[in-house]
Nanobody, 124 residues
Framework: QVQLVESGGGSVQAGGSLRLSCAASGYTNSYNYMGWFRQAPGREREGVATISTRSGSAYYADSVKGRFTISQENGKNSVYLQMNSLKPEDTAMYYC?????????????????WGQGTPVTVSS
């Protein structure tokens, strides 16, 4: 079993930055990718970024390319999402996820384990 806990969410003005963290514990060999998703009220869950836990290769949704960076800490079961140049449309609940797939995916059903979410609010 794998447990994921997010932190780092909060409120920020447009153009500002936030850094989200996800700490993983349990049987860490059960996943190959970790990702970030977000969901705003009345909208479907959207894949934001994903990273290979072995190679570090990362993939991003078009809506965040050039602004967000996903990374992992060497030797530790942690993944981060650095969010720069934030926009009001980035406002959402952000979720960390882990999955066993062999290639990166921004589709939520590829992931097996999920955190509880951390809220991000961007005001103009």
């Amino acid at each position: 079993q794998v447990q994921l806990v997010e932190s780092g969410g909060g409120s920020v003005q447009a153009g500002g930055s936030l850094r989200l963290s996800c700490a993983a514990s349990g049987y860490t060999n059960s996943y190959n990718y970790m990702g970030w998703f977000r969901q705003a009220p009345g909208r479907e869950r959207e894949g934001v970024a994903t990273i290979s836990t072995r190679s570090g290769s990362a993939y991003y949704a078009d809506s965040v390319k050039g602004r967000f960076t996903i990374s992992q800490e060497n030797g530790k079961n942690s993944v981060y999402l650095q969010m720069n140049s934030l926009k009001p449309e980035d406002t959402a609940m952000y979720y960390c996820a882990a999955g066993p797939m062999l290639t990166g995916s921004l589709h939520q059903y590829a992931y097996k384990y999920w955190g509880q979410g951390t809220p991000v609010t961007v005001s103009s």
